[in-house]
């Protein structure tokens, strides 16, 4: 299907349709409260259409639809209406939105020199720091993707993944030398090499802060792209390239490629996909010293997830505060000493803050905190709650918890938030309801499931209907499955959704396990595990079986000092109401379980241990 044509004509007659939408009012009045009110908001958007930097107006650009020349005239508007706001803090470097913008110049000046053209790709294998951040800025306005490296990557794996992409950039962080002069021979289209960090480059490899200093303070050649280029998690063999250069960058650029729908559509769907600033407290968010939002960066910036972390840094003027490696105490410091009003974790990191020492716990002011959004991985209820009571307790002045379902594909699809689960307590096990999306449950009957009935969780975004897939295009059809001729996202979850739209994950379709004929979802089995007082984590997986295929095991991580048996946990998991085959054949205890760096559980690694026989006899 050819997209749509981008025109001034077609925004105009989709207006009425969109200011009808809570998502858009929302969204206006976040950015209105955030930037400070009238006086601010009248001089960031004066900036933005009658040009910064002593450059002429951009009404020509307006009334041609010239958006990529326009937009980065917003967000330079922004950081110059607030010069002297902290900008990014990073350990013992903080910067001002002022100093910000001089070495995203000097960086976008520097990447332009090397010859960098509009959607040519400037690659990042960086550390959580401010780096990463100029890095993102200083490609979208030159108009360059940025590919999120992941830092964990090595060998082969790491070699290909770069490849995919092509980028002319490589820019990495000093503790990733090893593996780069490991692979650097192989990289087919990458021409320079950039090492951040404090010490100092091999030869052949440039110093980032050396090619900041030595590129004028210069406003660049802009052309406006969304930069954000993360991959999929790449549980099976190499990570994909999510293009959200494109899927959430065409209203706001000339270079990105059009989305599958109308126009009207396209937009609605884009301002449902901004809506989470505003259901997370876009409007209710005031700090007492600087009025903004200060958001904690804790999960790798490279992660898709992370995004919902720093996406009020990029879009409200808010100060990020980044954590290079987690740590639970110093996470609650930080929360504390920079009063931290937003931040995105996965459910680990606050597992690992809930089994800190009490009198660690109770040394914090945690009162700044109004949006702790939770995702990557299925959150215990129990966590859910029991952090609520520790920010409770410690300062806040209601639930702080929220959550998300969505993927590196989809974005944020479904949102949870505290007025939901204190208005019905039961909703604390959903991930919320589809706010900034669409999403319905397919019946294996082939037909849109009734409420309660479990199928697998189709949706559509921004994202998903401009989805592609750079350097692996042939993937695409693996994920978009067509039904009464409209384009679907299947990212392979089962669940369901209640009578007032609130979805419940069950587990993954690769995940579930069919006992004797009978489907068995592991996220129901594991819930109830995690009750356990002595349980930490556990993931339930599948044990062949000689004569039902397979049946469920628990393999679980107690706390430390806890002790239990594997007949106490069984006859636990009696009480609680599991029975029949729901019931673990075996429980086996682990000192540690297998993870991606997002917290999640690598399952396929504990299926190993207990499946390598079957392999073996082929």
Same mark, same amino acid.
């Given at each position: 299907?050819?997209?749509?044509?981008?025109?001034?004509?077609?925004?105009?007659?989709? =207006?009425?349709?969109?200011?009808?939408?809570?998502? #858009?009012?929302?969204?206006?009045?976040?950015?209105?409260?955030?930037?400070?009110?009238?006086?601010?908001? !009248?001089?960031?958007?004066?900036?933005?259409?009658?040009?910064?930097?002593?450059?002429?107006?951009?009404?020509?650009?307006?009334?041609?639809?010239?958006?990529?020349?326009?937009?980065?005239?917003?967000?330079?508007?922004?950081?110059?209406?607030?010069?002297?706001?902290?900008?990014?803090?990073?350990?013992?470097?903080?910067?001002?939105?002022?100093?910000?913008?001089?070495?995203?110049?000097?960086?976008?000046?520097?990447?332009?020199?090397?010859?960098?053209?509009?959607?040519?790709?400037?690659?990042?294998?960086?550390?959580?720091?401010?780096?990463?951040?100029?890095?993102?800025?200083?490609?979208?306005?030159?108009?360059?993707?940025?590919?999120?490296?992941?830092?964990?990557?090595?060998?082969?794996?790491?070699?290909?993944?770069?490849?995919?992409?092509?980028?002319?950039?490589?820019?990495?962080?000093?503790?990733?030398?090893?593996?780069?002069?490991?692979?650097?021979?192989?990289?087919?289209?990458?021409?320079?090499?950039?090492?951040?960090?404090?010490? !100092?480059?091999?030869?052949?490899?440039?110093?980032?802060?050396?090619?900041?200093?030595?590129?004028?303070?210069?406003?660049?050649?802009?052309?406006?792209?969304?930069?954000?280029?993360?991959? #999929?998690?790449?549980?099976? /063999?190499?990570?994909?390239?999510?293009?959200?250069?494109?899927?959430?960058?065409?209203?706001?650029?000339?270079?990105?490629?059009?989305?599958?729908?109308?126009?009207?559509?396209?937009?609605?769907?884009?301002?449902?996909?901004?809506?989470?600033?505003?259901?997370?407290?876009? #409007?209710?968010?005031?700090?007492?010293?600087?009025?903004?939002?200060?958001? =904690?960066?804790?999960?790798?910036?490279?992660? !898709? /997830?992370?995004?919902?972390?720093?996406?009020?840094?990029?879009?409200?003027?808010?100060?990020?505060?980044?954590?290079?490696?987690?740590?639970?105490?110093?996470?609650?410091?930080?929360?504390?000493?920079?009063?931290?009003?937003w931040t995105f974790v996965a459910p680990t990191i606050l597992q690992r803050v809930l089994a800190l020492?009490?009198?660690?716990?109770?040394?914090?002011?945690?009162?700044?905190?109004?949006?702790?959004?939770?995702?990557?991985?299925p959150c215990p209820p129990e966590v859910k709650r029991d952090i609520n009571k520790l920010f409770m307790?410690?300062?806040?002045?209601?639930?702080?918890?929220?959550?998300?379902?969505?993927?590196?594909?989809?974005?944020?699809?479904?949102?949870?938030?505290?007025?939901?689960?204190?208005?019905?307590?039961?909703?604390?096990?959903?991930?919320?309801?589809?706010?900034?999306?669409?999403?319905?449950?397919?019946?294996?009957?082939?037909?849109?499931?009734?409420?309660?009935?479990?199928?697998?969780?189709?949706?559509?975004?921004?994202?998903?209907?401009?989805?592609?897939?750079?350097?692996?295009?042939?993937?695409?059809?693996?994920?978009?499955?067509?039904?009464?001729?409209?384009?679907?996202?299947?990212?392979?979850?089962?669940?369901?959704v209640d009578e007032d739209g609130f979805f419940f994950l069950t587990g993954r379709e690769k995940e579930?396990?069919?006992?004797?004929?009978?489907?068995?979802?592991?996220?129901?089995?594991?819930?109830?595990?995690?009750?356990?007082?002595?349980?930490?984590?556990?993931?339930?997986?599948?044990?062949?079986?000689?004569?039902?295929?397979?049946?469920?095991?628990?393999?679980?991580?107690?706390?430390?000092?806890?002790? !239990?048996?594997?007949?106490?946990?069984?006859?636990?998991?009696? /009480?609680?109401?599991?029975?029949?085959?729901?019931?673990?054949?075996?429980?086996?205890?682990?000192?540690?379980?297998?993870?991606?760096?997002?917290?999640?559980?690598?399952?396929?690694?504990?299926?190993?241990?207990?499946?390598?026989?079957?392999?073996?006899?082929?």
């Open positions: 299907m050819k997209g749509p044509e981008k025109s001034l004509s077609g925004v105009v007659k989709a =207006l009425p349709s969109l200011l009808r939408m809570e998502e #858009t009012r929302g969204f206006g009045k976040s950015l209105y409260k955030q930037w400070g009110g009238p006086r601010n908001t !009248a001089k960031i958007l004066g900036k933005t259409i009658m040009g910064g930097d002593g450059l002429p107006p951009n009404l020509k650009h307006l009334a041609k639809f010239k958006v990529g020349r326009v937009i980065p005239n917003l967000m330079v508007g922004m950081w110059e209406t607030f010069p002297d706001r902290e900008a990014m803090v990073d350990g013992d470097k903080r910067y001002t939105f002022s100093e910000m913008k001089e070495r995203v110049y000097r960086l976008a000046n520097a990447f332009q020199a090397m010859g960098v053209k509009p959607r040519e790709a400037v690659a990042a294998m960086l550390m959580n720091s401010s780096e990463f951040l100029e890095v993102f800025w200083a490609c979208s306005l030159i108009g360059a993707p940025m590919p999120f490296v992941n830092f964990h990557l090595s060998g082969e794996e790491l070699q290909k993944t770069i490849n995919l992409r092509k980028p002319k950039i490589l820019v990495f962080d000093a503790e990733c030398l090893d593996a780069i002069m490991e692979i650097k021979d192989g990289l087919e289209d990458t021409e320079y090499l950039v090492m951040a960090g404090r010490s !100092a480059p091999p030869e052949g490899i440039l110093a980032y802060e050396e090619i900041i200093r030595s590129h004028p303070y210069t406003r660049p050649d802009v052309n406006f792209i969304v930069a954000l280029n993360p991959y #999929t998690a790449g549980t099976t /063999g190499i990570p994909k390239s999510s293009n959200f250069f494109d899927s959430v960058g065409y209203m706001l650029s000339d270079l990105a490629e059009p989305p599958r729908i109308d126009l009207k559509s396209f937009m609605q769907y884009n301002l449902k996909a901004f809506s989470f600033l505003y259901y997370y407290g876009g #409007t209710e968010i005031f700090d007492p010293v600087d009025k903004n939002i200060h958001t =904690l960066i804790v999960t790798p910036l490279y992660h !898709a /997830g992370t995004i919902v972390a720093w996406a009020p840094f990029m879009l409200m003027g808010a100060t990020a505060v980044i954590m290079k490696k987690f740590d639970a105490e110093e996470f609650l410091r930080l929360i504390q000493d920079e009063r931290i009003s020492p009490e009198e660690v716990k109770s040394k914090y002011d945690l009162s700044s905190m109004h949006s702790l959004i939770c995702a990557a991985a307790r410690q300062g806040a002045t209601r639930p702080v918890f929220n959550e998300y379902y969505g993927s590196a594909e989809t974005a944020v699809i479904t949102i949870l938030l505290p007025e939901d689960y204190m208005d019905n307590p039961k909703r604390i096990e959903s991930v919320g309801k589809a706010r900034a999306g669409d999403l319905r449950i397919r019946h294996e009957e082939g037909r849109w499931a009734k409420p309660h009935e479990v199928g697998k969780a189709m949706s559509r975004t921004a994202t998903t209907v401009s989805l592609r897939y750079p350097g692996s295009e042939h993937k695409l059809h693996e994920s978009i499955v067509m039904i009464d001729g409209e384009e679907w996202f299947d990212d392979g979850l089962l669940g369901y579930m396990i069919i006992s004797g004929g009978v489907n068995l979802y592991p996220a129901e089995i594991e819930t109830v595990i995690l009750r356990h007082p002595a349980v930490f984590d556990c993931a339930v997986v599948r044990l062949p079986h000689p004569d039902l295929g397979e049946v469920p095991i628990a393999c679980v991580l107690l706390h430390e000092e806890q002790q !239990a048996t594997s007949e106490e946990i069984i006859e636990f998991l009696k /009480g609680e109401g599991l029975k029949g085959y729901k019931i673990p054949a075996k429980i086996d205890f682990f000192d540690e379980l297998p993870r991606h760096i997002d917290g999640k559980i690598v399952k396929r690694e504990l299926e190993k241990i207990y499946w390598k026989d079957e392999a073996a006899r082929g």
